[in-house]
């Protein structure tokens, strides 16, 4: 299995004086920040609970880094980076690298094909790799350890069996998402690492320190990418204002953000609902879009509320099962009624 970032320090709480800042923020925000700040202490005691950076219209109003953990360092982000990867192949559609989300994808990826394939491999396109809906049998949860163990990986995400159709029921699989790896790859001739620097390195504050990749060196679609916490805050930022940077440059289309957002399919695992790389659910009253990585790597936007939240949690230790990412969800939503309460 691909080895996974760990980033540690001494075992202290550390607070940062907003280093992730990009807008001054205004005395008016005097209310929300020290309600935003009792929440903040008081979710030290959330144990696996490593980083909390909050903004709200672009304003860092807390950021917090809890036993020796700091928002300025790089954590590995687990599958909260199929965001990314749904990110960069927005912009290959854009950009006429990719057709579009309907194109198939066994002429992009022909010679990975099983000597025989099914005649539903001709139907499943590059949207249903994106709202997990492509039928073949999982490549996460017990399957992930001979996924990632196999010689090439690519290949063997296109040998599963077909247990639905294409279309059909969500099937969670890291292996879709690293099919679209592999095809960016191809079509663009350059790494999925130097797209995502070149094409989201408009963004300020955005920046990927680490991906780890398969062993053809394609790097890993969906799973064990290390940014710091401030970058995943910024990458959130780039979505909730619409795939617009600071600088006013247009990154993502519009209508990509629409699109990723609006809910595809349904998790069998929890029900939220599931766009291209985004999950969908009502959290504090508010509709709110998230990216999820294993362990509670979370990157909360709440559209409404120009609501930003990331957070980064032990990666070792399972959230959903634990009750961890529920904790989460909990915490976000006494921020959502700490900004509704206390904002200007």
């Not at 917090?64 to 990314?84: C, F, H, L, M, W």
């Not at 529920?326 to 309460?341: F, K, N, S, Y």
Request: one cysteine or more.
């Amino acid at each position: 299995m691909p080895s996974t970032p760990r980033f540690r320090l001494p075992a202290v709480l550390y607070l940062l004086a907003c280093v992730c800042a990009w807008t001054p923020v205004r005395a008016a925000d005097a209310d929300v920040r020290a309600a935003l700040s009792r929440t903040a202490e008081e979710a030290a005691s959330i144990a696996p609970l490593r980083t909390l950076i909050v903004a709200h219209d672009g304003r860092v109003l807390v950021e917090r880094g809890y036993r020796g953990y700091r928002t300025d360092a790089p954590a590995n982000i687990k599958s909260a980076s199929k965001a990314v990867v749904s990110a960069l192949v927005g912009i290959a559609i854009a950009r006429g690298v990719l057709e579009g989300v309907d194109q198939p994808i066994a002429p992009l990826l022909a010679d990975k094909l099983p000597a025989e394939p099914d005649p539903r491999m001709a139907r499943i396109t590059i949207g249903h790799l994106l709202s997990m809906q492509a039928g073949l049998a999982r490549t996460s949860g017990p399957g992930y350890g001979r996924w990632v163990a196999s010689r090439d990986w690519v290949r063997a995400a296109l040998a599963q069996p077909f247990v639905d159709e294409p279309g059909g029921g969500m099937l969670y699989s890291t292996g879709s998402t690293h099919l679209l790896s592999a095809i960016l790859a191809r079509e663009s001739g350059r790494s999925t690492l130097a797209l995502a620097r070149d094409w989201l390195g408009a963004q300020e504050g955005f920046a990927i320190a680490s991906w780890d990749r398969d062993p053809q060196g394609i790097h890993f679609g969906g799973n064990q990418m290390a940014m710091t916490p401030c970058s995943l805050l910024a990458f959130g930022e780039l979505y909730r204002k619409g795939g617009r940077a600071r600088s006013g440059a247009q990154v993502l289309p519009v209508a990509w953000v629409e699109a990723s957002w609006r809910p595809r399919t349904r998790s069998v695992f929890n029900g939220d609902g599931y766009g291209y790389g985004w999950f969908a659910r009502r959290i504090g009253g508010q509709d709110v879009r998230y990216a999820w990585g294993y362990g509670g790597q979370m990157l909360y936007v709440v559209p409404a509320l120009g609501l930003t939240v990331a957070m980064t949690s032990d990666e070792r230790l399972p959230s959903a099962s634990s009750g961890h990412r529920a904790a989460l969800h909990d915490l976000l939503a006494r921020i959502v009624r700490d900004i509704g309460a206390h904002a200007p």
